[in-house]
């Protein structure tokens, strides 16, 4: 099995529905450690991707990358918080790095795409309390998967269960980085809400490739 456009599709409309039904779980997050709208900005945005791939269907269908740079050019001017942005600029990332249609050796690259984009416009370090603290696991897991030879809901069982563990991980660290950063220690005992969307988004990954 390759990831390609339907399987793309499926994905971006499993992140929609994953965080329409999550939405007041990742705003309670945020509200411990930032302002409250981390559900809301995704919900917001994911919604607008929904309407912008629902306008992208034509004669020709679009290859999986097309899906996934409208997704990120649509997350980047619907989404006005931190997450809107960094989730824009790797899904265009990830779109632009993907051959059509992919195995999951080419999808690992990709995605470490997606990881190199959030950090070269957030500036965020592992251990920083951020999306990159789920984020890079996943990627790692889903390389190591693939390398080994893991067909694709294998390796993306893997990234999920990185990126759950990564988001949990979290709970402990400091926040460095975003808004959070301004509660100092503080900030210390609460899950990341952006850690907790990549686990999330990771999840629905696996999912969909699980069939
Ligand atoms: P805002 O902080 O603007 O309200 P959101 O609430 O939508 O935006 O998103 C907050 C999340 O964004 C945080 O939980 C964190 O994971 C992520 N984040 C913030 N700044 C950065 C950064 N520089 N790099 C990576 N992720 C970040
Ligand atoms: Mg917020």
């Known amino acids: 099995m390759d990831f390609d456009t339907p399987l793309a599709e499926a994905w971006i409309r499993a992140i929609a529905a994953a965080v329409e039904k999550e939405q007041g779980r990742l705003t309670e997050l945020d509200s411990a450690i930032g302002d409250g709208d981390h559900g809301s900005n995704l919900q917001r945005g994911f919604a607008a991707v929904l309407a912008a791939l629902a306008a992208l269907d034509g004669p020709r269908p679009a290859g999986p990358g097309t899906v996934l740079t409208k997704t990120g050019t649509t997350l980047i001017s619907k989404v006005g918080g931190a997450s809107g942005p960094l989730y824009g600029k790797a899904f265009r990332a990830i779109g632009a ?115």
């Open 97 to 211: 790095a993907l051959p059509a249609p992919a195995g999951p050796a080419a999808l690992a690259e990709a995605l470490a795409a997606g990881l190199d984009a959030v950090r070269a416009l957030g500036k965020a370090e592992p251990g920083d309390k951020t999306i990159v603290d789920a984020y890079t696991p996943a990627v790692a897991a889903f390389r190591t998967a693939a390398a080994a030879g893991a067909d694709l809901p294998e390796a993306a069982a893997a990234a999920a269960d990185a990126a759950e563990q990564g988001a949990r991980d979290t709970t402990a660290l400091q926040a460095r980085k975003g808004r959070a950063s301004y509660l100092g220690e503080r900030s210390k005992g609460h899950q990341d809400p952006g850690a907790t969307s990549t686990a999330l988004i990771f999840r629905t990954l696996a999912d969909v490739t699980a069939g």
